[in-house]
């Protein structure tokens, strides 16, 4: 995924059903939307400063999607061999635990992703090779698809350990030749077959996640338009498995000139998406499927948009930068610029965010991966949940590199539990905050911004710990002081159970591990997430955040009229 600064963010947005034009997007409004404002001690002011929070219980101010933070794989798991692997029990395991969220395959190689209904390539083609390696690594793959095939319902397979070192060492392999392709933006063809199609649609349902596929769209014809014979062949093979997937048309459509040398306009890109549509209608299965694709004009009702893409590539070369609040704050003033154009055409508009990572070309070791990287993760699903943006997609689930949310060990990295906290915790229903305290004195020409981050929501109701009506503060503290907090209003004298994310181990903010209330999250098997144990604190007592942490309150029985119905 590019840069936001080097290139604009590619525009797509859903087409409900019987729509024949894509549409432009458009940010809902600000207004209501409250965040906490920097609350420090002024110079020559001894002791601790105490900030008084309170929420606006009665309505919410935002409303997002169930499935709000949802998942992205690229289709570089088929080139690097992570698609064979999908069936692991364990990933199932991490992956059910962020359910229900939304699929999304598709990233740089979209467009040069061809299908091959085929069962078994290393037999298609005469055989794996002479290479000794390589043929025991594909024969032990081709035995553990046999397995697959003779079990009903979700598939799922225990690969021995010898065989995820193999794949490890071919990833890496592969990943200097998909590094290579990126930085000089030439892309070659890449094959999905029936059988990995198959492998990556029981990974989603065996998950509790919708798959979204896309489709690629430069396939070309000589006079420019669609080629969708190989789309077809996909629709129906997909069809007569009866997979319940959405589709897209496309990856960046705006980065189309660089990858091929020419581009695909806007007029053309509409007619693709009207044919892809009356492709869909002549198949039963998908007459209804939610379309995915680029905006070209007007939108009609029933629209939701995508931004594409959001990496800080440049601006994070060490692990102290993710504290710089500039950078967190990036997004936002992406999202107002664009704000001012599109709020001309489209008011009011559902808004989802996709490829949202914290660097492209697969992160960087000891930092993207790091427990540090999670300041910049969590404020990013605060601040897009209280401009009312309904999905924001992480790229990635799983892949090579150290951009992701689970390693090549099928191990979760820290922005996977915190991801896991958020699932468990966070509403759909966003609420305002009302922050009292001390506040610095802005020096003349000096932009202050926020280093104690505080959000608000309804708790989840799909946590059954807590009734209807309780209230879930999320607080990144970017201080190297701790800060002190008393709930006022409404939340005066409330209980509240504390979840503490710390970094555990004497990596400090490098750590790829994390502690829960001073203890270490860990997998208890392959088969089980850990109890997430809150720390019950007692009625009225202040709030203390730890310096350079990021925390979870679900205020209970606060009874707020917000949080009663869904």
């Not at 798959?211 to 669609?226: E, G, M, T, V, Y």
């Not at 607080?475 to 159970?497: C, E, M, P, Q, Y």
Request: with cysteine.
């Amino acid at each position: 995924m590019p840069c936001p600064s080097s290139s604009p963010p590619g525009l797509l947005a859903l087409m409900a059903p019987g729509l024949a034009l894509m549409a432009t997007f458009s940010l809902p409004s600000q207004a209501g939307d409250r965040r906490a404002l920097p609350v420090e001690k002024p110079p020559g002011v001894k002791g601790r400063t105490l900030i008084l929070l309170d929420v606006n219980t009665k309505s919410p101010v935002r409303i997002i999607s169930e499935n709000f933070l949802s998942l992205q794989l690229d289709p570089s798991i088929i080139h690097d061999g992570w698609l064979d692997f999908l069936s692991s029990r364990r990933l199932v395991t991490l992956a059910r635990g962020l359910a229900p969220a939304f699929l999304r395959f598709a990233g740089k190689r979209t467009d040069f992703l061809q299908f091959h209904n085929v069962k078994n390539p290393a037999k298609s083609r005469g055989g794996p090779g002479p290479d000794y390696y390589l043929k025991n690594y594909e024969d032990d793959i081709v035995r553990s698809d046999i397995a697959l095939d003779k079990q009903k319902g979700c598939k799922i397979a225990q690969h021995p350990d010898i065989m995820l070192e193999l794949q490890r060492e071919k990833a890496a392999q592969m990943h200097l030749v998909l590094l290579k392709e990126q930085f000089s933006n030439t892309y070659s063809n890449l094959t999905l077959t029936a059988r990995s199609l198959d492998k990556l649609y029981n990974f989603a349902d065996c998950s509790g996640l919708h798959l979204i596929f896309a489709l690629n769209a430069l396939r070309r014809n000589p006079n420019n338009s669609w080629n969708s014979s190989n789309a077809l062949s996909l629709l129906k093979y997909s069809a007569s498995k009866k997979y319940n997937i959405s589709w897209e048309l496309g990856n960046e459509p705006n980065n189309y000139r660089t990858l091929i040398g020419r581009s695909v306009n806007g007029s053309q890109l509409g007619k693709d998406y009207i044919q892809l549509r009356s492709l869909l209608q002549l198949i039963r299965t998908y007459s209804r499927a939610n379309l995915y694709g680029p905006n070209i004009g007007r939108p009609r009702k029933n629209v939701i948009t995508l931004l594409e893409g959001y990496y800080i590539d440049g601006r994070v070369a060490k692990v102290t930068d993710f504290l710089k609040t500039r950078l967190l704050d990036t997004l936002s003033d992406q999202i107002r610029k664009i704000q001012k154009v599109v709020n001309t055409y489209t008011p009011g508009k559902k808004i989802w965010l996709e490829g949202v990572g914290t660097t492209s070309a697969g992160g960087m070791n000891n930092l993207s991966d790091s427990y540090a990287a999670g300041f910049l993760w969590l404020n990013t699903l605060g601040l897009l949940a209280s401009q009312g943006i309904d999905v924001v997609v992480r790229h990635s689930f799983l892949d090579h590199g150290h951009n992701h949310l689970v390693d090549q060990n099928f191990n979760p990295l820290p922005d996977y539990w915190l991801s896991l906290l958020y699932k468990r915790l966070i509403g759909p229903k966003v609420l305002a905050i009302h922050v009292a305290g001390l506040q610095r004195k802005p020096r003349p020409g000096r932009v202050i911004r926020d280093k104690l981050r505080i959000y608000a929501h309804c708790t989840s109701y799909h946590n059954h710990n807590y009734v209807r009506g309780s209230i879930t503060l999320y607080i990144i503290n970017l201080h190297r002081s701790r800060k002190k907090i008393k709930l006022a209003g409404t939340l005066r004298d409330k209980i509240v159970h504390q979840y503490l994310l710390q970094p555990y181990g004497k990596d400090g903010l490098h750590s790829k591990l994390v502690q829960l209330n001073g203890q270490p999250l860990a997998m208890v098997d392959d088969g089980t997430l850990p109890e997430l144990k809150p720390r019950p604190l007692r009625a009225g007592r202040t709030l203390v955040i730890p310096p350079l942490t990021m925390s979870f309150y679900v205020v209970k029985n606060v009874n707020a009229l917000a949080c009663r119905y869904r």
